[in-house]
T-cell receptor, first 115, second 117 residues
Framework: AQTVTQSQPEMSVQEAETVTLSCTYD???????LFWYKQPPSRQMILVIR??????QNATENRFSVNFQKAAKSFSLKISDSQLGDTAMYFC????????????FGTGTRLKVLA | NAGVTQTPKFRILKIGQSMTLQCTQD?????MYWYRQDPGMGLKLIYY???????DKGEVPNGYNVSRSTTEDFPLRLELAAPSQTSVYFC????????????????FGDGTRLSIL
């Protein structure tokens, strides 16, 4: 069975600074996706970034980038130039690339961006 | 294109009551899911379906039932509501492997906040 662990329940960062959120996972699968989702107070689940396990290159989306270490089963999210609108819960998620496409979520990290 | 629609958005139940959370999607997706999110926690899978007539248990199925008589609808039933079922419930759907590489690998509804008192 797969597990996803986020060891930082809460973090804060000053506006315009950089912050890194940690995620580790455990799986015996070789083909999978990893995701970071943002959940603002509105409760919407907003996809931030995804990483295909077969790609060695780290994914980037504007101010968001990941550090994907497949051997170490680590998948951290770096937010550069933090903005007040980045304040939210962030969830790391794993999806096996076969079968049922269901997510395994971590417990989340609450990020607060300070003015 | 409405996506995934959940009703109701909020509900308060008394212990022992039953209710059905509705979920419908208009994207012709085969795969549908029900998750629950307890306060300050991540989402946990309750039940899922890979197509009409096929359902299976997720991590936390106890106290719930589902059915999938059509591709569009995937209702979640609580038979005897208990305080431990106070949570926010999310329905989601996903189509194919190709879509997972797209902008929305899994389409989420807006959630149903359920309180059992």
């Amino acid at each position: 069975a797969q597990t996803v662990t986020q060891s930082q329940p809460e973090m804060s960062v000053q506006e315009a600074e950089t912050v890194t959120l940690s995620c580790t996972y455990d799986t015996s699968e070789n083909n999978y996706y990893l995701f970071w989702y943002k959940q603002p107070p509105s409760r919407q689940m907003i996809l931030v970034i995804r990483q295909e396990a077969y790609k060695q290159q780290n994914a980037t989306e504007n101010r968001f980038s990941v550090n994907f270490q497949k051997a170490a089963k680590s998948f951290s999210l770096k937010i550069s130039d933090s903005q007040l609108g980045d304040t939210a819960m962030y969830f790391c998620a794993f999806m096996k690339l076969a079968g049922t496409y269901k997510y395994i979520f971590g417990t989340g990290t609450r990020l607060k961006v300070l003015a | 294109n409405a996506g995934v629609t959940q009703t109701p958005k909020f509900r308060i139940l008394k212990i022992g009551q039953s209710m059905t959370l509705q979920c419908t999607q208009d994207m012709n997706h085969n795969y549908m899911y029900w998750y629950r999110q307890d306060p300050g926690m991540g989402l946990k899978l309750i039940y899922y379906s890979v197509g009409a007539g096929i359902t299976d248990k997720g991590e936390v199925p106890n106290g719930y039932n589902v059915s999938r008589s059509t591709t569009e609808d995937f209702p979640l039933r609580l038979e005897l509501a208990a305080p431990s079922q106070t949570s926010v419930y999310f329905c989601a759907s996903t189509p194919t492997t190709k879509e997972i590489g797209g902008n929305q690998p899994q389409h989420f509804g807006d959630g149903t906040r359920l309180s059992i008192l």
